[in-house]
């Protein structure tokens, strides 16, 4: 069956560091991959999209990476701020079929000042 | 500016009871979504609309309906709930385009609270 995986436990780092948060999928041939935001009462926001043919894509302090080989992608926040915390989503959206995109349950990052 | 925004913001019922949510966006998009979060966060879709036309049903009981009556309004009708409608509802909207390329803009979420 398909899966998209993200580490459920928090990731807690310090500041200045660099987060590096992770996305697996199994049963996939994703075109796209994008990661969002979701902070605590509030709706997910797009931070970054990916397509399967870019190894990487950055963004200010965001660099995403895309390996369709092992089936995953790596989400870096580099400089980490306190106002980093939140939940990251990933979400994957296929070439074909339905416009819908299938999401990660997220992994919750806790940046400690 | 509200680019998705979703009415109401909390709703708490009894079973058995019929409730709406209302969505609009006023982005100039062409497909709306509903989409459903559990406890466990897993953001699952359940509808998904394009100019009022549905294309996208997944496996969701058919107590849920939902209604587009112009490409900026999708409501979600739900009859008869469950304890297990318990989760916070979110409507996105995105423009139309390649697949998997639109980015998805969501509102503020509803949370529903079956009692």
């Known amino acids: 069956s398909q899966k998209i995986e993200q580490n459920s436990e928090a990731l807690n780092i310090q500041e200045g560091k660099t987060a590096t948060l992770t996305c697996n999928y199994t049963?996939?041939?994703?075109?796209?991959l994008q990661w969002y935001r979701q902070d605590p009462g509030r709706g997910p926001v797009f931070l970054l999209l990916?397509?399967?043919?870019?190894k990487e894509k950055r963004k200010e302090r965001l660099k995403v990476t895309f390996d369709t080989t092992l089936k995953q992608s790596l989400f870096h926040i580099t400089a980490s701020q306190p106002a980093d915390s939140a939940t990251y989503l990933c979400a994957l959206a296929t070439d074909t079929g339905r416009r819908a995109l299938t999401f990660g349950s997220g992994t919750r990052l806790q940046v400690q000042p | 500016d509200t680019a998705v925004s979703q009415t109401p913001k909390y709703l708490v019922t009894q079973m058995g009871n019929d409730k709406s949510i209302k969505c609009e966006q006023n982005?100039?998009?062409?497909?709306m979504y509903w989409y459903k979060q559990d406890s466990k966060k897993f953001l699952k879709i359940m509808f998904s609309?394009?100019?009022?036309?549905?294309?996208i049903n997944e496996t969701v009981p058919n107590r849920f309906s939902p209604k587009s009556p112009d490409k900026a309004h999708l409501n979600l009708h739900i009859n008869s709930l469950e304890l297990g409608d318990s989760a916070v509802y979110f409507c996105?909207?995105?423009?139309?385009?390649?697949?998997?390329?639109?980015?998805?803009?969501f509102g503020p979420g509803t949370r529903l609270l079956v009692l």
């Open positions: 609309y394009n100019n009022k036309e549905l294309i």
């Open positions: 982005l100039g998009h062409d497909t």
């Open positions: 049963n996939y041939s994703p075109a796209y």
């Open positions: 996105a909207s995105s423009q139309v385009g390649f697949r998997g390329r639109e980015t998805q803009y």
């Open positions: 990916i397509r399967e043919n870019e």
